[in-house]
């Protein structure tokens, strides 16, 4: 079963509000990666964080790595309408399985 | 991304029939992978492939079958195609296996099993 769980579900924001997207994992993680898929395109690789407690940044973006491997988050401050799209976390497990968390969809009033 | 294409992007089909799916690739890398799109579900992985003719399952490889005879092509096979497979599948590639590096995936394809 899944082994990654994903919060919220969904979110809708008023544009230029802030936005978090939460990954859990039961067991500790070697890495974790983020993927962005625009609605009806394909999921696109956003960055992957590898280091207890990493904090990595792109441009708007923030990406957290938990202190305990076991947990991650992805925020976005003032959200844009190109904002719009589900954002997936994925958790690479100790045997080296893949396990993609169900997303979060974010859509941005103007 | 270029280096990666699917086809068909769009199928119908009976249920009973069988389905191949083709993801072809032009950057060389090893690892392929098969995954399902559903509602609630997030991407579920199918099989992968980690090398001409080597193949494993993923966590929902049932009534699938994928073949590698060539490094560039993965094909995924629905023996006898059910309305339960009906779903967006996606084809993916990476350098490194098991999640070492980043997967750069196709734009999918839709299947739809009536």
């Known amino acids: 079963g899944q082994q990654v769980m994903q919060i919220p579900q969904y979110q809708h924001v008023q544009e230029g509000e802030d936005f978090t997207t939460y990954c859990n994992s039961s067991?500790?993680?070697?890495?974790i990666q983020w993927y962005k898929q625009r609605p009806g395109g394909h999921p696109v690789f956003l960055i992957q964080?590898?280091?207890?407690?990493e904090v990595k940044k792109q441009k708007r973006l923030t990406f957290q790595f938990g202190e305990a491997k076991k947990n991650s988050s992805l925020h976005i401050t003032a959200t844009q309408t190109t904002d719009v799209g589900t954002y997936f976390c994925?958790?690479?497990?100790?045997?080296?399985?893949?396990?993609f968390g169900a997303g979060t969809r974010l859509t941005v009033k103007p | 991304d270029a280096g990666i294409t699917q086809s068909p992007r769009h199928k119908v089909t009976e249920t009973g029939t069988p389905v191949t799916l083709r993801c072809h690739q032009t950057?060389?890398?090893?690892?392929m992978y098969w995954y399902r799109q559903d509602p609630g579900h997030g991407l579920r992985l199918i099989h992968y492939?980690?090398?001409?003719?080597?193949?494993d399952k993923g966590e929902v490889s049932d009534g699938y079958s994928v073949s590698r005879s060539k490094t560039e092509d993965f094909l995924l096979t629905l023996e006898s195609a059910t309305s339960s497979q009906t779903s967006v599948y996606f084809c993916?590639?990476?350098?490194?296996?098991?999640?070492?590096?980043?997967?750069?995936f196709g734009s999918g394809t839709r299947l739809t099993v009536v």
């Open positions: 993916a590639i990476s350098e490194s296996g098991g999640g070492a590096s980043g997967y750069t």
């Open positions: 067991t500790t993680l070697s890495n």
């Open positions: 964080l590898v280091k207890s407690g």
């Open positions: 994925a958790g690479r497990t100790k045997n080296n399985d893949m396990r």
């Open positions: 950057e060389n890398h090893r690892y």
């Open positions: 492939s980690y090398g001409v003719k080597d193949t």
